[in-house]
């Protein structure tokens, strides 16, 4: 019998291309195949990890599908109620000023039941960072109407599509926490496309390193999708995204630092 | 340090002896009639002197989640507001129990339902006692009736809280929070330098991360830890009765009364007492633990047991669990932001002698 050659015969140091980000835990994702979340969980973790950060993070994990954030990564977690992540971090970094402070919140969380938290955490210019998952869509609960779903878009409590007059339209809440003078760095990115990931983990790499400056909220949205709750294979909703959310959301830095609108310390210090 | 000695209302003694507990971080929102303690810490600028961070929330909604924040990492943060914004907290204040975290909120009570009324009641017992927000918990409840207590109960309430891993309320009422009283408060303490081992502080290579969470998707582990909670809480029930009497070695007619209404009591006894009576007043200090126990006991001498409260009867119900029905229980008092005085108390007293 001829010779085969097996698995083991590829794990050489030389073969590797691809490794597990220091700090992510062997915990299994829960997330479905093709969710945006997990490709931002190992961003997220990269940049803690290449920015030597661990021993100094304390992040805030939302109520949404990633709930569970804290599983993931190895780092300090605390687990917000619903939509109240920022009042959460306002806390932690104000008692806690050296700490690198930051929430990971889902369009439900941030955008409906936390909008209040949302708007005064970076109105005060709390120095902390948020990662805020835009998928247009209630995932966690089953794919209901977010704040963020498109009009016309379906979903189990806009069965017929979002009627604006009915529903309202899409709120842009980055656009807005981009106005007021808190914040420091606002962009929006994706993670759609191999591309788009690079673009994310540059922005995220200096919203990390504007965070600790302290002069103000730095704020990264990402467009992202749902397969789930969109009713769509990983690759039809990638394809949808591109055609369908990036118009009403488009990519790319809403507020950069140079900008004079950017707010100085609130260290009473 | 010494002691020292002041006139003070009681939000301001709270919001001293906040400063003079160590604590880390207030975070309040404005409410009558407790917006004095906002107001007095933004005065007293702690920042600069004991490092203590005081912050205006947008909301108590907001307040009581940035406790939970401060609270997570070890900390010793407190909030304050009245009935309206109390109930707004409820959900945070049930995910501080859910995450077994310490801290301390103080409810300047108001009249309600609804927005009510500005003025002093006792009507949220049922909220501070049986839980509040949902899920099975409970806080530590204390009930100062004076204004030296509303200074002391700040640093025995976070004693109690870091002791337990448990949020500790201070129940008092709008009377106590805006009367003047002489104080003595408490030498400056001060703020800890470490942490407990559970804080979110950074996960260092030494130790595991820390996760402070009140989620638990499997229903064995969520039942375990109902169960640790319970054991906890019986531990607070044996060990952290606190009650004060007053002339019940031989009563026959015994008060049982907290907070303001308390203190009415203690005027009801006396007069009682000049007719002929044989009156005396339990005072419970904590309301959770309830005195049960000694409730009980005292129960076997009494006639009539009345509870006094500024409400349409709650603690009532912890009264009359205590007596088992040896003995006829009464609710009296006024309601809707009326302090009862201590003639009516002494007169449904004798309506009851007489069998009305
Ligand atoms: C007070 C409260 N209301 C409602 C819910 C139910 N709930 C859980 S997650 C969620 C929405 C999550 O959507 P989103 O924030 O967009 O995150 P995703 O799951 O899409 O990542 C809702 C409504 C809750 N947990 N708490
Ligand atoms: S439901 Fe949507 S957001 Fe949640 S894990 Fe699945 S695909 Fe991701």
């Known amino acids: 019998m001829a010779e085969t050659t097996g698995i083991k015969d590829y794990i050489k140091p030389e073969n590797l291309v691809y490794k597990k980000t220091g700090i992510m835990t062997d915990n299994i994702l829960h997330y479905c195949p093709g969710c945006g979340h997990s490709t931002m969980h190992r961003i997220i973790a990269e940049i803690i990890d290449e920015e030597g950060l661990q021993s100094e993070a304390i992040g805030v994990s939302p109520v949404g599908c990633s709930v569970f954030l804290y599983h993931y990564i190895d780092i300090d977690w605390q687990e917000a109620a619903h939509g109240r992540a920022p009042a959460l971090a306002t806390a932690i970094k104000r008692l806690c000023p050296d700490k690198f402070v930051f929430t990971y919140q889902g369009d439900g969380d941030l955008a409906a039941i936390g909008t209040s938290e949302t708007i005064h955490s970076c109105n005060r210019g709390e120095n902390f960072l948020i990662v805020f998952i835009n998928n247009g869509i209630y995932g966690m609960t089953g794919g209901q109407m977010a704040p963020t779903t498109l009009p016309g878009m379906k979903s189990t409590t806009s069965p017929y599509g979002r009627d604006t007059r009915q529903m309202g339209f899409p709120l842009k809440i980055t656009d807005i926490v981009a106005t007021l003078p808190g914040t420091y760095y606002v962009t929006r990115q994706s993670v759609h496309t191999p591309a788009n990931v690079r673009k994310t983990k540059r922005a995220l790499r200096k919203a990390v390193q504007y965070q600790k400056l302290n002069k103000g909220t730095c704020f990264v949205e990402i467009v992202s999708n749902c397969p789930s709750g969109w009713r769509m294979t990983p690759v039809e909703a990638n394809k949808w995204l591109e055609e369908n959310m990036l118009p009403y959301y488009p990519l790319g830095d809403l507020k950069t630092p140079s900008e004079e609108t950017s707010q100085k310390t609130n260290n009473p210090e | ?356």
Not at chain 2, 1 to 18: D, F, P, S, T, Y
Not at chain 2, 232 to 239: A, F, P, Q, S
């Open chain 2, 1 to 356: 340090m010494e002691r020292e000695l002041r006139l003070m209302k009681g939000n301001e003694a709270v919001a001293e002896a906040a400063i003079r507990a160590g604590a880390d971080g207030y975070f309040g929102y404005p409410i009558t009639p407790q917006s004095e303690i906002l107001e007095y810490l933004m005065e007293a600028n702690p920042y600069q002197t004991t490092g203590m961070v005081v912050l205006q929330a947008e909301s108590e909604v907001a307040a009581i989640n940035m406790v939970y924040g401060g609270a997570a990492c070890g900390k010793k943060v407190l909030t304050t507001s009245s009935s309206p914004g109390i109930s707004l907290m409820q959900e945070g204040i049930s995910y501080i129990a859910g995450a077994e975290l310490p801290c301390l909120v103080v409810n300047v009570v108001r009249g309600g339902p609804g927005l009510g009324t500005i003025q002093p009641a006792q009507s949220d017992y049922f909220q501070a006692v049986k839980g509040g927000g949902h899920g099975d918990y409970h806080l530590i409840v204390l009930a100062p009736s004076s204004v030296q207590e509303m200074a002391d109960f700040v640093g025995l309430g976070f004693d109690l809280a870091f002791k337990y891993r448990n949020p500790v309320m201070i129940l008092s009422d709008g009377a106590i929070g805006q009367m003047m009283e002489k104080v003595w408060l408490s030498p400056y303490r001060e703020r800890s330098k470490t942490v407990p081992d559970w804080a979110t502080t950074g996960k260092l290579p030494s130790r595991q991360r820390n996760i402070i969470t009140s989620l638990e998707l499997n229903p064995e582990r969520q039942e375990e830890f109902n169960r640790k909670l319970i054991n906890k809480y019986n531990e607070i029930k044996e060990k952290e009765v606190r009650y004060e009497e007053f002339q019940c070695e031989d009563a026959e007619y015994l008060f049982v009364a907290y907070g303001t209404s308390a203190r009415v009591c203690q005027k009801s006894v006396q007069i009682a007492r000049n007719e002929g009576l044989k009156a005396g007043l339990l005072r419970p200090v904590t309301l959770f633990p309830f005195p049960s126990e000694r409730i009980g006991t005292l129960s076997g001498r009494a006639k009539i047991i009345l509870s006094v409260e500024m409400s349409s009867g709650q603690m009532l119900e912890d009264v009359l669990l205590s007596v088992n029905g040896e003995v006829p229980v009464y609710h009296f008092g006024r309601m809707g932001g009326i302090v009862t005085t201590p003639e009516e108390v002494v007169d449904f007293l004798k309506l009851k002698i007489m069998g009305g």
